[in-house]
């Protein structure tokens, strides 16, 4: 029996050596770096003072505001976006593989690119959203050079672009709910607002759940979208913590840089787990 025990654990050492070789020691590592100043030579421990000026100066601080904005209003749009389109695309429409295809195809498209194309979309004078918001007598706005629009302007992109796979993970939610439940809701003369709320919502918990947590997670770790369409500009407005930590990399500050990496990992992890936790208490079996 002991043999057997031994023989199957064997079997387990290529995976944990994988997962210690990507995973543990990229990890303690970047703690360890953390509390640091140190380039690509020399490193002199520093203690928490990388964390500390993390936490007080503003144009570092900001972009955790920012992160947790950009994750709750993206999720929140996701979702809720993703999950209408879902109920209208398992509906009776004879067009409605189509539309699923056209829904999904922005996220098919490079984000860089994406990114790049709404740049220019948003321009203030030669964009083609404020020409043709001026066709009919309406006035533009400076979408992605004014404070208070920019991380709203890149927060609709972010919906836009990402709406395609929370939509698609609703639909296959939808699609595994069995119909005898809406057959014996319609003999009770249940209408369409008392199914979708009665037994579509609560058997769709379990993707619902599945859209928050990749919604929330993807939107914390955000920066290609941000970066190619904003540079984390104007000032700090659309600066996150993907992008303060890139910045502080690219200008020589390691061990600030990779206290950030630390941070964003914490902030993550310390947020994540125990919302799945809490989603998965809603579940409906």
């Known amino acids: 029996m002991n043999k057997k025990k031994i023989y199957s654990a064997w079997f387990l050492v290529p995976t944990l050596v994988i997962f210690t070789g990507l995973f ?5 590592t970047s703690l360890f770096f953390s509390l640091t100043v140190w380039d690509l ?13 993390f936490f007080s100066e503003g144009s570092l601080n900001i972009g955790i505001r920012n ?24 509906s009776n429409i004879r067009t409605k593989n189509i539309l699923r295809s056209v829904i999904f195809f922005p996220n098919l498209v ?10 220019a979309l948003m321009h203030p004078t030669k964009g083609l959203i404020n020409s043709a918001l001026g066709a009919v007598g309406l006035r533009g706005a400076d979408w992605l050079g004014n404070a208070r629009t920019a991380l709203l302007s890149v927060l609709s992109v972010e919906a836009w672009k990402g709406v395609g796979v929370a939509t698609v993970i609703f639909i ?13 809701a319609s003999i ?8 979708l709320k009665n037994i579509t919502l609560p058997l769709c918990r379990p993707a619902m759940n599945s859209v928050i947590l990749l919604a929330f997670i993807g939107g914390m770790r955000s920066f290609d979208l941000i970066w190619s369409m904003t540079g984390g500009g104007p000032g700090f407005a659309t600066d996150v913590l993907a992008s303060v930590i890139y910045k502080q990399y690219a200008e020589g500050f390691y061990g600030l840089s990779t206290a950030g990496n630390v941070i964003m990992f914490i902030l993550i992890a310390f ?15």
């Open 67 to 90: 992160t947790l904005l950009y994750a709750v209003i993206g999720c929140s749009l996701k979702v809720t976006a993703g999950f209408l389109i879902a109920v209208f695309l398992t």
């Open 24 to 28: 543990i020691l990229p990890m303690v």
């Open 172 to 184: 296959a939610g939808m699609q595994a709910i069995d119909k005898t439940y809406y057959e014996a």
């Open 41 to 53: 030579k020399n490193f002199t421990f520093v203690g928490l003072e990388n964390f500390k000026m």
């Open 271 to 285: 947020i994540a787990f125990p919302l799945q936790k809490f989603l998965m208490k809603g579940e409906v079996d």
């Open 110 to 119: 490079s984000t860089i690119a994406v990114g790049i194309t709404f740049k």
């Open 188 to 195: 009770d003369g249940a209408d369409g607002w008392q199914k």
